[in-house]
């Protein structure tokens, strides 16, 4: 239960937790937003290639700070 209300204290004082999924482990991070583009669905380019919106995030993890992954790098 202790483990469960340091979680709470987390997501107050942070603002918000992400679950992640590095290989086969579930992992609780604080997400941060890197990259963003104005861009909210797919639309054609000038010479008609599509181009897509842009939502980058680091997860640091809440058990190591010292570890950091990126959303590209994570499955979807």
């Known amino acids: 239960m ?4 340091d979680l709470i ?4 004082t ?3 937790i992400a ?9 609780l991070a604080t997400p941060k937003l890197t990259q963003q583009t104005l861009l ?5 380019g000038e010479n008609g ?3 897509e919106p842009v939502l980058s995030y680091e997860f640091t993890l809440l058990d190591n700070s010292n570890l950091t ?8």
């Open 2 to 5: 202790e483990y469960f209300d």
């Open 9 to 12: 204290e987390e997501a107050i």
């Open 14 to 16: 942070r603002g918000e």
């Open 19 to 27: 679950l992640i999924e590095v290989g086969k482990q579930k992992l």
């Open 40 to 44: 909210k669905e797919k639309v054609q």
């Open 49 to 51: 290639e599509p181009i």
């Open 69 to 76: 992954y990126q959303s590209k790098d994570l499955s979807k």
